[in-house]
T-cell receptor, first 112, second 118 residues
Framework: EDKVVQSPLSLVVHEGDTVTLNCSYE??????LLWYKQEKKAPTFLFML????IEKKSGRLSSILDKKELFSILNITATQTGDSAVYLC????????????FGTGTLLAVQP | GAVVSQHPSRVICKSGTSVKIECRSL??????MFWYRQFPKQSLMLMAT?????????EQGVEKDKFLINHASLTLSTLTVTSAHPEDSSFYIC??????????????FGSGTQLSVL
């Protein structure tokens, strides 16, 4: 059975801290790994990773994929209260359609 | 990015009634749309894959007679929760795959529908 596991389930930090969120996966036909940020409603896209070792970066956020060890990390530096959200990791499964298997999510709370 | 519109955003209904949720891709054609369900503080669980012009593919454990999916055009998919019960109360969210020659994993999500069944 395909599965995606995220850790930690929740995290509380103070503004300015750096956080690392983890995502491991076991799937039969890996295509890509994606990170989303979900605040109240629809998840918003952050990164898509397909190759190992290539860091994707957007402002204070960065992510990298290790296809040998089957995991990815999402780093957030100099956290702000606006970073508080659920961060979802999803793995795209091969085939004709872009089926995504989502992880359990990590609830991040950034305190002032 | 592409826009996916989902309506209604919130619905409250009595037990036994049916509720229809619409998902529209506003500025692109979506050959495939996905329907997810999310319980509080849990992740998105894929319910079914909706393909334009054909029957939906349901995930294991999802009752196809309970959750009717119709994908009549390249821009519209609907999910009907039939004879809703309190345990169907949840957040339902759709996503759409943009129709381009190469598969695109950057799915676009609707804003979701919070269903509350009394």
């Amino acid at each position: 059975e395909d599965k995606v596991v995220q850790s930690p389930l929740s995290l509380v930090v103070h503004e300015g801290d750096t956080v690392t969120l983890n995502c491991s996966y076991e799937v039969t036909n890996f295509r890509s790994l994606l990170w989303y940020k979900q605040e109240k409603k629809a998840p918003t896209f952050l990164f898509m990773l397909t190759s190992s070792g290539i860091e994707k970066k957007s402002g204070r956020l960065s992510s990298i994929l290790d296809k040998k060890e089957l995991f990815s990390i999402l780093n957030i530096t100099a956290t702000q209260t606006g970073d508080s959200a659920v961060y979802l990791c999803a793995v795209g499964i091969g085939g004709a359609t872009n089926k995504l298997i989502f992880g359990t999510g990590t609830l991040l709370a950034v305190q002032p | 990015g592409a826009v996916v519109s989902q309506h209604p955003s919130r619905v409250i209904c009595k037990s036994g009634t049916s509720v229809k949720i619409e998902c529209r891709s506003l500025d692109f054609q979506a050959t495939t749309m996905f329907w997810y369900r999310q319980f509080p503080k849990q992740s998105l669980m894929l319910m079914a894959t909706s393909n334009e012009g054909s029957k939906a593919t349901y995930e294991q454990g999802v009752e196809k007679d309970k959750f009717l999916i119709n994908h009549a055009s390249l821009t519209l998919s609907t999910l009907t929760v039939t004879s809703a019960h309190p345990e169907d109360s949840s957040f339902y969210i759709c996503s759409a795959q943009q129709f381009i020659s190469a598969p695109n994993e950057k799915l676009f999500f609707g804003s979701g529908t919070q269903l509350s069944v009394l």
